[in-house]
C-alpha cells in the first residue's frame, strides 16, 4: 500500500508532526463523540487538532479535556456557512472564546434559521407523503446543531431512502424536492464576529466556491481581506494537486496563513477523509502561523 493511503495503522508521524485542523463531532454531523476523535486523532500520531463543528461549540469543552488527558494540542474551533451567490462558501475559526457574546448571538440566530429550515424540510416531506418525526430528529441528534444529515437518518429509518447518498440525492441534496434555503450571515458578518471572540478566520475549502476563473476567486479573496480574513485552507480531501499548489501561491501573494484538515465526519467508504486522517497533511508548523493570526478579544 503506498504511505499516502489510510491502511489504518497506528503513529504514521514519519518523524515529524502533523496537525489536523477541519474535524467534525457528533455536537454537529459528525459519528464520533468530542472526547472520542481526539482519542482516535492521537492514535494515529497528530500531534494537535481543532474541532470545527458546523454553527455550534457545544463540543468544545469534551474535546479540550480529551486531548489534554491524551496530550493532544487542542484548538477550539467552529464552521460557519456564509451567503454566497453560487457554490458555498465555508469560514472556518480557530482559537474563539466559545463564551463571546457576539458570536454566542450569532450562533442563536443561526441556531432559529436552521430550526425554521428543518421545520420547512419536514413539511415538505411530509408533501411529498413522507412523514418523519422532527422532535424525534432533534433528539436523537443531542445537544449541538441539527442539519439535512439528520433528517437524512430519518428518511433511512423510514424506509424511504438507502442511505446518506441516496436521501440527499434524491430529497434533501441542493435543487432536490426537500432542499429548503436557509437564510445565512454574510461573510463580512462572520470574520467580524470571529475577530470580536478573539480568534482567526480561515476560507475552508475555496475549491467549493464554484469560482469560475482565478480571476473571480482572486475578487472574492479581496473583498474577504478586507473585511479581516486571515487564513486560506490550502489542504482539504477535495483539492486537486494543482489546486493546492495554486492555493498555496495565493496565500503568499495575500499574506495569509495557509490552514489544512481532513474535513473528517466518519469512517465509511463516501465520508471517510481519512485520521490524521489520511492523505491530506498538515504539518504543524502551520498552527504557528494560524496562531499569529489571534485578534483581541472583545468579550
Ligand atoms: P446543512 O448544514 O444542514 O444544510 O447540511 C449540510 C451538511 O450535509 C454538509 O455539511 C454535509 O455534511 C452534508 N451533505 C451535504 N450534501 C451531501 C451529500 N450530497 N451527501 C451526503 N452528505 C451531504
Ligand atoms: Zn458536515
Ligand atoms: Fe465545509
Ligand atoms: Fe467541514
Not at 448571538?105 to 424540510?121: A, G
Request: hydrophobic letters at 40%; aromatic letters at 6%.
Amino acid at each position: 500500500m503506498p504511505p499516502n493511503q489510510d491502511d489504518g495503522r497506528e503513529d504514521r508521524t514519519d518523524g515529524r508532526r502533523w496537525i489536523d485542523l477541519h474535524l467534525h463531532s457528533t455536537a454537529s454531523d459528525g459519528a464520533f463523540a468530542p472526547a472520542k476523535l481526539m482519542q482516535l486523532a492521537r492514535q494515529r500520531g497528530l500531534s494537535a487538532a481543532a474541532l470545527t463543528d458546523h454553527d455550534t461549540v457545544a463540543g468544545l469543552p469534551e474535546a479540550a479535556e480529551a486531548a489534554e488527558q491524551c496530550g493532544l494540542e487542542f484548538v477550539p474551533g467552529i464552521e460557519l456557512a456564509a451567503e454566497h451567490a453560487r457554490g458555498t462558501l465555508h469560514i472556518l475559526a480557530y482559537f474563539i472564546d466559545p463564551q463571546s457574546a457576539g458570536l454566542s448571538r450569532m450562533l442563536e440566530s443561526i441556531v432559529r434559521e436552521r430550526e425554521l429550515r428543518n421545520r420547512r424540510i419536514v413539511e415538505r416531506l411530509g408533501e411529498l407523503g413522507i412523514t418523519v418525526d422532527y422532535n424525534e430528529i432533534a433528539e436523537r441528534s443531542g445537544s449541538g446543531s441539527i442539519g439535512r444529515p439528520h433528517i437524512a437518518g430519518a428518511l433511512i429509518r423510514a424506509g424511504a431512502a438507502r442511505d446518506m447518498h441516496d436521501a440527499f440525492a434524491r430529497y434533501l441534496g441542493d435543487d432536490q424536492p426537500a432542499c429548503v434555503e436557509r437564510a445565512l450571515p454574510s461573510a463580512e458578518t462572520i470574520i467580524a464576529t470571529i475577530r470580536d471572540a478573539g480568534g482567526a478566520a480561515s476560507l475552508a475549502h475555496p475549491s467549493q466556491l464554484g469560482c469560475e476563473s482565478s480571476l473571480e476567486l482572486e475578487t472574492l479573496l479581496r473583498r474577504l481581506i478586507d473585511a479581516g480574513l486571515d487564513a486560506l485552507e490550502v489542504r482539504h480531501p477535495d483539492h486537486t494537486a494543482r489546486q493546492t499548489e495554486s492555493f498555496e501561491s495565493l496565500t503568499r501573494r495575500f499574506d495569509l496563513a495557509k490552514t489544512g484538515g481532513s474535513d473528517f465526519h466518519a469512517l465509511g467508504p463516501r465520508h471517510f477523509r481519512g485520521v490524521g486522517f489520511g492523505r491530506v497533511r498538515v504539518p504543524y508548523d502551520w498552527l504557528k502561523e494560524i496562531r499569529a493570526r489571534r485578534h483581541e478579544n472583545r468579550g
